[in-house]
């Protein structure tokens, strides 16, 4: 799917319908692609109140909402999967409702089948294209 940045709530509302039911979201893309605006978006749209931000720093931000825990990750930091471990990623991915990944390629031993890996491409300044490798 090719979209603009002001399609962005368009797009939430497709993946969610698509794959809501996923309880790993993996975001596989370059710096600048778009990835934290996408899952603010979907975060928006599942009803999380709280300002969604990149955990760049601190690797996890946790949102409560509708009695399900939600993890937004950013692994870009991390250097491996045992750095990943330390850190209490696996804990959390077992723990969580729904997880959103920023950088999984950094520790892509944690995910599991469950997961769906997203793809997105820049295109240009003003369009992506995200879609799901077979």
């Known amino acids: 799917m090719i979209y603009t940045l002001d399609q962005m709530e368009a797009v939430a509302d497709k993946l969610i319908k698509q794959y809501g039911t996923k309880p790993i979201w993996a975001f596989f893309a370059p ?19 709280d300002a969604v931000s990149s955990p760049t720093f601190a690797i996890m931000n ?4 509708n009695n399900k825990t939600i993890y937004h990750m950013d692994w870009y930091r991390l250097e491996d999967e045992a750095e990943a471990i330390r850190t209490g990623v696996e804990a959390a991915l077992d723990d969580a409702d729904l997880c959103f ?16 890996k997203l793809e997105i491409e820049i295109l240009d300044p003003e369009h992506r294209r995200i879609f799901i490798p077979s």
């Open 62 to 65: 946790q949102y409560e909402v």
């Open 31 to 49: 710096m600048g692609a778009g990835k934290t605006t996408l899952i603010s978006q979907i975060c928006k749209q599942l009803g999380v109140q």
């Open 101 to 116: 990944i920023e950088w999984p390629e950094k520790a892509p031993g944690l995910l599991n089948e469950h997961t769906i």
